[in-house]
Each structure stands twice: as C-alpha cells, then as structure tokens.
C-alpha cells in the first residue's frame, strides 16, 4: 500500500541554545548595558521595554557584537530549513522586562518577516512564550483538535528561537520572583 502525507501550511520554529563559552560572552554583553541603564516607567504597560516606536536596534545601538554574529548564524540555519535563500536584512531590536505579575498579552509582528528572541534570564517554570496555533479552525474536528492547542517555550538563558513575524504570540505572567529579561528583534530581508 502507498500512500502519502502533505504536511501543508507548515509552521517552523526554530530553537537552539548557546555553547558556554559563547554564553558567557553574550551575558556579559547584555549585563554591561543592564547596568547602566533603567527601564523607562513612562514606557510600561504591563511590562517594560526600551523601545516606544520598534524602530531601533539595540544590537547595533550597544555594538552587542557577539549576540549579532551568532544570531546571524541562526538566521542562516534557519532561513537553509525553510527553504529561503538567505540574504541580507533590516534589524529592529529591544529589550523586554516582566517583574512578577506582569504579562505580554497576544500580538503579532505584523510586516516583518522574521521574529526572534535570545533569553537572557528567566525560568522554566513560569513566563513562558505562548504560540497561538494560526489554524484555529482545527477545532471543530476531534481529528484534528491537537493542531487546536497553543504552543508554549519556557524562557531558560542561552536559548535562541526564530519564529514568523505573522505568528501570533504572547507571554503568561511571571509569578516568579526572579526578573525575565529577553531581547528581541525583527527581520525584514531585502529583496
Ligand atoms: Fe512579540
């Protein structure tokens, strides 16, 4: 008997973590800027940010060079995946603070064709990003109900995920003590 599956409408995310050595490198990168500059309150809503408009790009900003070029490599890994050919781009990038109690309520990034995020802390237990499933109809068939449920990464340091800028997406609260700080940014190739 042969038979086929089409795994149609495909929604690939990307995942990976930093080796140590790299890791080290890029905390200290991150951790420089951290402590010499505050979140802006004017700019919280129920979380902080260090960008009003997502026109910056905190990478360059902060020459934060060995986040760039590893997030480069990634970029590359998973642009060869999915099958696009890999060219160069526009970068806008920010830093996001959850205290405890605070959230990310569900948004997209629009336009951009990429989205990314480096996880400089936070933890396993709790904050986690939560991808909505872009095929909500799935829902009305048992068969199908799996493809229904939402998607969830847990924010551990070290760890890379790229993602579509269409993905609608958001955080859960932070009921940890301990501060989430993530930095991210958008992708928007040049044709
Ligand atoms: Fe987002």
Redesign the pocket.
Known sequence: MDYHIENIFPTPIYYSFLEENLFLKIQSEIERYLLTNKFDEKNASTYYITTETFKEDIIREQNFYNLEQELDKHIKNYCKEINFEYKNYNRQSWITLLQQGQR?DS???GYVHM?G?YYYSGSQDTAKLIFQTPVPSARSSICYYNSHYHWSHPAIPGKILLFPGWLT??VWFNDSLDSRISL?FNITFYD
Do not use: E, Q
């Open positions: 990310i948004h997209n990034h989205s995020v997406h958001g991210a």
